[in-house]
């Protein structure tokens, strides 16, 4: 087996890794600068940042202004990488006790309803509090209706455990065609003469809406967008926004086979060739964090080319058309997502998409034993 360019192959016991780009990751995290220039800027870095593992990725996001996350252990992650500055939970605290965490490692949180002001109001510290405000403007998930908004900011304001109030809201929309002006019209009007830093952008609103003149931003919370992929694809793709793959996963050939005309692939016979044809078998499967959903046609780079799967996916295999490639053999590179060789890119979008789901899903889902490597 040709071994020669895989980074860690004394760890690895299939041939498959995922690799962490943290060059990429700093590129990103300087779009949503460029595309908000006078916000801070949020490193959304909540379901162990999108997959791709905190401690990996924070070499990469160092140079945000804060990590918005939601998981008291991965705020603690963060505060033991030795980060000093803000750390934001965005669901604010789950129970009362939680606010010892935040006032022993000084964490910012989102307070979104009135039983998290009751346990402020009940909470014993010294050192008071920097929260974020949320008002449910009309995604209907966490937040006060902004009719209650301002007596829960009066609230708030009466209490010595806060100090600062920061006005928070999230747009259902920012990646498509309703965009972000239904929510923006009433964030604005219940917030007008409340002072307090705003933050409403996630990835979509900041690359599609930040330059809007009604949406002011102090804070931006740029999520997916740091990890490479387009928060609106397929209307727009990462080329578009001029980002980068965070995350590759590659594999190699680990069997070749010849097809005659009528030779089924896999379970379920799900593909039947035509003519003969050769096929390549990857090391890569459901259980890899690689979806079953994608149907035959979902895009691969084999040896950076771009090719197709063939059949049902199944839990450690995945077999591949190897006819634009003549030259891929037992061994061969195969790049699920993310960066191949020779400078080629498979967006994650595109595989997403294959699977009918979002890029999120698939990096949050890249599975434990795939082995991973940071890179540059
Ligand atoms: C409140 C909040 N802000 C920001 C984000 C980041 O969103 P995105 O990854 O689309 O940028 C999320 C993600 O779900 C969120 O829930």
């Keep these: ?68 996350l939601i998981d008291l252990a991965e705020a603690e992650r963060v505060r033991a990488l030795g980060w000093r500055g803000p750390i934001l939970l965005l669901e604010g605290v789950f129970e009362a006790r939680d606010l010892e965490l935040c006032s022993r490692l000084d964490l910012w949180h989102v307070v979104h309803c009135e039983a998290q002001i009751d346990w402020l109001a009940a909470h014993k510290t010294t050192r008071p509090h920097r929260v974020f405000l949320k008002m449910n403007s009309g995604m209907n998930r966490l937040g006060f209706r902004p009719q209650a908004f301002r007596s829960a900011w009066t609230r708030l304001n009466a209490l010595p455990q806060v100090d600062e109030i920061s006005l928070m809201t999230h747009f259902s929309d920012a990646d498509g065609a ?49 990890y490479g992929s387009a928060p609106d694809y397929p209307e727009h793709d990462i080329a578009h926004w001029d980002l980068r793959p965070t995350m590759t996963l590659r594999a190699r050939l680990i069997g070749v086979q010849a097809l005659q005309p009528g030779d089924t692939v896999g379970y379920g016979s799900a593909f039947r060739a035509e003519q003969a044809m050769r096929i390549g078998i990857v090391a890569c499967g459901y259980a890899d964090g690689y979806p079953r959903h994608c149907a035959t046609g979902t895009p691969v780079l084999v040896d950076g080319v771009r090719s197709r799967t063939l059949g049902r996916v199944s839990m450690d295999m995945i077999a591949v058309d190897l006819a634009p490639v003549p030259q891929a053999d037992f061994g061969t590179e195969v790049t699920l997502w993310g960066r191949g060789p020779n400078g080629s890119v498979l967006a994650i979008d595109e595989v997403a998409r294959a699977a009918g789901t979002i890029g999120y899903e698939l990096m949050c889902a890249l599975a434990q034993r795939v082995p991973v490597t940071v890179t540059d």
């Design 1 to 68: 087996m040709r071994r020669g360019r895989w980074q860690n192959p004394s760890t690895m016991p299939r041939p498959i890794e995922a690799l962490i780009h943290i060059e990429a990751l700093a590129h990103n995290l300087r779009r949503a600068r460029a595309s908000a220039p006078d916000a801070r800027v949020w490193a959304v870095v909540k379901a162990n940042a999108y997959g791709h593992g905190i401690e990996r990725a924070f070499e990469g996001l160092r140079g945000a202004d804060g990590f918005a």
């Design 178 to 226: 309703r965009g972000i002006a239904y929510q923006m019209e009433v964030f604005s009007e219940a917030t007008r003469d409340l002072p307090g830093e705003r933050c409403v952008s996630n990835s979509a609103a900041t690359l599609r809406h930040a330059a809007a003149a009604d949406v002011r931003a102090d804070w931006v919370r740029a999520g997916i967008m740091s």
